[in-house]
């Protein structure tokens, strides 16, 4: 019963094939029972130097469960001539590099259009002066993204090294595009700002829903200790605005929709309330994605819904 | 109750394919007028009958694309197989054409690529709704099927090209006319300037999706009719 150490065994001969075609690559050897699955990805490494263990997927089965890179092969059942998987997940970036293009392209750009330069308004850029809410927009808009680029520097554990490079290109169209779509109208010379009791109403509101996805970032920080794989059931701590826990399984997203909704009823613009929608909706997948992850894992996982309090 | 354990359809499975088959039906007659009209006044008149083709036959083409939305709820209710994405796509290109260009624009129902687009669609339909009305009572007819899937090869690009014509031709019109455009100030701050979809349509959306368009097309012939049938007459 348990495990028990058996004595450190050679595996003379691991036999690699490739996920995708289901066909024999190459043959590694010199590996040990006691040698991880990053050992194995380092060994096909050292055979196509492109494909560095980031780049690897590590399966038993050809459409198998991904293995980790901690795994034992002597805990696998792996022994010699036994059979892997890898299959090369393309070209990789670092998550860090993908976060700044992501957040430092919006904040750049946006700061740009506030200028008013004539690529977007030609000679009328200058035609009327620039109204308070506009000022007040751009100082949220580069907060925000300051914010998150700070966040991704000090705060963010990631637990996957890198992703496909061509998300980068996908995801910095939307957050490009969505940038110059919104901060065209919020700048625009004939831009009509609402009142000012809306205006700072909605201004509190946005701070307030920058404090809060800021708290559940720090939150779930502590929940996990560095280096340590273990998941836990996150909670309210001793700041309110973690109170949110109680009612959704990702509250860091319940608040980040409620900066966007307050960006666009401070600015009244249409495209803003697009992009809190866009937004939404991207967030409410990987809500309802974390959520059911969450009831898996945990039997006794509390009563709550995944992004919006009673209602998703 | 008996029938339905002795594998009888049920009285709502029946009715469904009755429904689908009308559909169909009302849609193949639809269009089959469209072409019988259309090729009348062309043996009559010629070239010279395309100016006329719009008045001649646009209500019945208006009636038919919009009962063609009702595909978009097929689809999502399961009536028939199929993506809904696909029907969205399909229904949606076809209705901005033909509801905003089109019908949103006088100046363009007088122009001979009408004709050409009107029989374009109607040569597609009326291929694509036998194919379906047979599908409904589970019978293939392998003539049938295989124009199916054969004649969207020329139909499609044409159809694209022709498109693309009616778009083109219409931008100026737009810019003109102001029609589906916002303009700002406004209580919203939101700004609309058609022409220009249009122009980045055409710029930058027109080859990669009739790439797309041909290419799924493609796949599906294949898995349908086994690859490069003409190849087994050849080899």
Known sequence: PGTHWREVMEIEKLDIYNAKSGKFVTSLYGLKSTSTILDVKKSVQQQKTVLHPGRQEVRLEQKGKSLQDSDVLQKLGIRSDSKLYVKDLGPQIGWKTVFFAEYAGPMLLYLWIYQRPWLFYGDKGHSSPISLCTHIAAGCWTFHYAKRLLETQFVHRFSHGTMPLFNLFKNCTYYWGFTAYVAYHVNHPLFTPPSNLQLYAALAAFLLCEFGNFSIHMALRNLRPPGSKERKIPYPDSNPMTQLFNAVSCPNYTYEFGSWVAFTVMTQCLPAGMFALAGFYQMAVWALGKHRSYKKDFKNYPQRKAILPFLL | ?235
């Open chain 2, 1 to 235: 109750m008996q029938a339905e354990e002795l594998g009888w359809p049920t009285k709502r499975e029946s009715l469904k394919k009755v429904y689908l088959f009308l559909y169909n039906l009302w849609q193949f007659v639809g269009f089959i007028y469209v072409i019988s009209v259309m090729s009348t006044r062309y043996l009559r008149d010629g070239p010279e009958s395309m100016e006329g083709t719009y008045e001649a036959v646009g209500w019945m083409m208006h009636l038919c694309l919009m009962t063609q939305f009702l595909e978009v709820l097929h689809s999502l209710t399961g009536y028939t197989k199929g993506s809904v994405f696909e029907a969205i796509v399909q229904v949606g290109g076809r209705g901005i054409i033909f509801f905003c260009l089109i019908e949103g624009e006088e100046r363009m129902q007088t122009k001979p690529v009408i004709f050409y687009l009107f029989l374009v669609w109607s040569l597609i339909e009326l291929v694509r709704y036998p194919y379906y009305l047979l599908r409904v009572y589970d019978v293939e007819l392998s003539f049938i099927t295989w124009l199916r899937y054969t004649i969207w090869i020329p139909l499609y690009p044409l159809g694209f090209i022709f498109e693309g014509v009616v778009i083109l031709r219409d931008i100026p019109y737009f810019d003109e006319t102001g029609k589906y455009s916002v303009a700002l100030p406004n209580k919203w701050n939101f700004a609309f300037h058609f022409p220009t979809l249009l122009r980045c349509y055409l710029l930058f959306f027109f080859f990669p999706a009739m790439y797309k368009m041909m290419n799924h097309m493609y796949h599906q012939r294949i898995k349908k009719l086994g690859p490069t049938s003409w190849k087994k007459k050849f080899a």
